[in-house]
Each structure stands twice: as C-alpha cells, then as structure tokens.
C-alpha cells in the first residue's frame, strides 16, 4: 500500500495538465452558436388551443393550419365573392402570425391577376377575415418569433 501511494501521487501530478483546457473566447461561442441555429426553421409551429393536446409536433402542425385552411374558407363563404369572381376558385392568402399573437392577412395574386379586381378581392378579404380564434405564435429557442407562410384557400360556391 506504501509504494502504491508514491504512484498514484505521481500520476496526479501528471494528469493536471490534462485539466488545462483553452476557454473558448466568447465571441467566437457566440458565433459558434449562432451558426448551428438554423434560422429558416421554428421549434414550436404556431398553435390554436384544439391543437395543443396533439403531441407530435408534425400533427401539431398540419391540425394547425387545417384549422386555419377551414376558418378562412367558412368566413369568406358567407360573402358574394364566388358570385362577383365566378372563374376565382382558389385564393392564396399570405399569413403573418406575429409573436403577440396578432394574425394579419394579405391575398397573394398571380402576376397575370388583370383579369380580377384585386382591390375589391383584397378588400373583402380584409373585412372577411378579423376576430380569429387566439393563436400562439410560434417559438424559437424558447422565444415567440413571427412566422408567414402561403395558403391556398378553396372558394366554395354555394
């Protein structure tokens, strides 16, 4: 056990250096991190409160913007927009979901739109499309961001 003691003391004394690593400086573990996060992409997609109990995030995803795909189409089947526009069957609309919760709306028309009164169709979209269920928004890194993103909305003719 005596020689055993002048050993293990030596390997000690050896194995300090091992603990003496560089500390990176922290500019360079700021950019570090700021190049693994991938920007184009949220954590948490936006939500509705009937989404929510869904556990798997792609469900999560796809509920949420069947739910919004839904509540547009019902809120602009109310209105004479199938009557004035007969050959509009499909409207993309451009969603902004801000990080307060805010929802904005902007109709996306192909660049050959001529043939539509976009002011008028922009226009009843705007007035159509208020008083939306309470969206989270979506998070990144554990903070609400705001997040746009295109859907196409079927006009029903009823």
Same mark, same amino acid.
């Given at each position: 056990?005596?020689?055993?003691?002048?050993?293990?003391?030596?390997?000690?004394?050896?194995?300090c250096?091992?603990?003496?690593?560089?500390?990176?400086? %922290?500019?360079?573990?700021?950019?570090?991190?700021?190049? %693994?996060?991938?920007?184009? %992409?949220?954590?948490?997609?936006?939500?509705?409160?009937?989404?929510?109990?869904?556990?798997?995030?792609?469900?999560?995803?796809?509920?949420?913007?069947?739910?919004?795909?839904?509540?547009?189409?019902?809120?602009?089947?109310?209105?004479?927009?199938?009557?004035?526009?007969?050959?509009?069957?499909?409207?993309?609309?451009?969603?902004?979901?801000?990080?307060n919760?805010?929802?904005?709306f902007?109709?996306?028309?192909?660049?050959?739109?001529?043939?539509?009164?976009?002011?008028?169709?922009?226009?009843?979209?705007?007035?159509?499309?208020?008083?939306?269920?309470?969206?989270?928004?979506?998070?990144?890194?554990?903070?609400?961001?705001?997040?746009?993103?295109?859907?196409?909305?079927?006009?029903?003719?009823?």
């Amino acid at each position: 056990m005596k020689k055993l003691l002048p050993i293990v003391a030596l390997l000690l004394l050896q194995s300090c250096q091992y603990f003496e690593k560089k500390v990176p400086n %922290e500019k360079e573990l700021l950019d570090k991190q700021l190049k %693994e996060i991938n920007w184009n %992409e949220v954590d948490e997609y936006p939500s509705v409160a009937d989404c929510e109990k869904l556990k798997d995030a792609t469900l999560r995803k796809q509920c949420f913007f069947e739910f919004l795909t839904a509540t547009i189409q019902q809120k602009l089947a109310i209105d004479t927009l199938s009557t004035m526009f007969p050959k509009l069957d499909t409207i993309e609309v451009k969603v902004t979901v801000l990080p307060n919760s805010d929802m904005e709306f902007e109709p996306q028309f192909p660049k050959d739109s001529v043939a539509y009164d976009t002011i008028k169709i922009d226009s009843i979209l705007r007035v159509r499309l208020v008083d939306f269920p309470k969206v989270n928004p979506a998070i990144k890194r554990g903070i609400p961001v705001k997040t746009q993103f295109v859907l196409p909305v079927i006009i029903k003719s009823e």
